[in-house]
T-cell receptor
Framework: GNSVTQMEGPVTLSEEAFLTINCTYT??????LFWYVQYPGEGLQLLLK?????DKGSNKGFEATYRKETTSFHLEKGSVQVSDSAVYFC???????????FGTGTRLQVTL | IAGITQAPTSQILAAGRRMTLRCTQD?????MYWYRQDLGLGLRLIHY???????GKGEVPDGYSVSRANTDDFPLTLASAVPSQTSVYFC???????????FGQGTRLTVV
């Protein structure tokens, strides 16, 4: 079956620090990979995605590269802001978009 | 504003009571999904529907039922609520071919 493992949180960073949130996966077939973000009190929003090996997804300064050889999809941002404080979920699907398998989520707290 | 509407926003429910969580989308998406979000477990798929008139079981379907009478609505019913069903419930939708899922704002349910 499919599974996603992401680093435990919470992650606390100072503003302008570099962010990495690790995500690895196991999947049958060829998955599409996603990062979703959940801001306090809100639902999930798609942050970025990659649908095949070596693709790089990017949005709002965040990036993640689909690494088939290491089955990874680590999320990075060069300089975080207080407004990036949220819970980040790594996810995959080998079928339709909403039949997603999620990681447990990583809470990011950015302080001034 | 187009999107997914869930109701109620939150609910406290006595154990043994019946409850229906409502979900409506206006994006004409074929596929709809219900997830529950629990701390440390991420989001897990309860039930899904690929088109009106059809439904399927996800990872954690026990104690829940769904129906899909039309494209727009996908209610989730707890026939006899138990405390382990205390969770935040998210409805989502997508096209069958798409790679992005759209989520509602969630329903926080507490069973006491």
């Amino acid at each position: 079956g499919n599974s996603v493992t992401q680093m435990e949180g919470p992650v606390t960073l100072s503003e302008e620090a570099f962010l990495t949130i690790n995500c690895t996966y196991t999947a049958t077939g060829y998955p599409s990979l996603f990062w979703y973000v959940q801001y306090p009190g809100e639902g999930l929003q798609l942050l970025l995605k990659a649908t095949k090996a070596d693709d790089k997804g990017s949005n709002k300064g965040f990036e993640a590269t689909y690494r088939k050889e290491t089955t990874s999809f680590h999320l990075e941002k060069g300089s975080v802001q207080v407004s990036d404080s949220a819970v980040y979920f790594c996810a995959l699907t080998t079928g339709t978009a909403s039949k997603l398998t999620f990681g447990t989520g990583t809470r990011l707290q950015v302080t001034l | 504003i187009a999107g997914i509407t869930q109701a109620p926003t939150s609910q406290i429910l006595a154990a043994g009571r019946r409850m229906t969580l409502r979900c409506t989308q206006d994006m004409r998406h074929n596929a709809m999904y219900w997830y529950r979000q629990d701390l440390g477990l991420g989001l897990r798929l309860i039930h899904y529907s690929n088109t009106a008139g059809t439904t399927g079981k996800g990872e954690v379907p026990d104690g829940y039922s769904v129906s899909r009478a039309n494209t727009d609505d996908f209610p989730l019913t707890l026939a006899s609520a138990v405390p382990s069903q205390t969770s935040v419930y998210f409805c989502a939708s997508s096209t069958l071919q798409g790679t992005e899922a759209f989520f509602g704002q969630g329903t926080r349910l507490t069973v006491v």
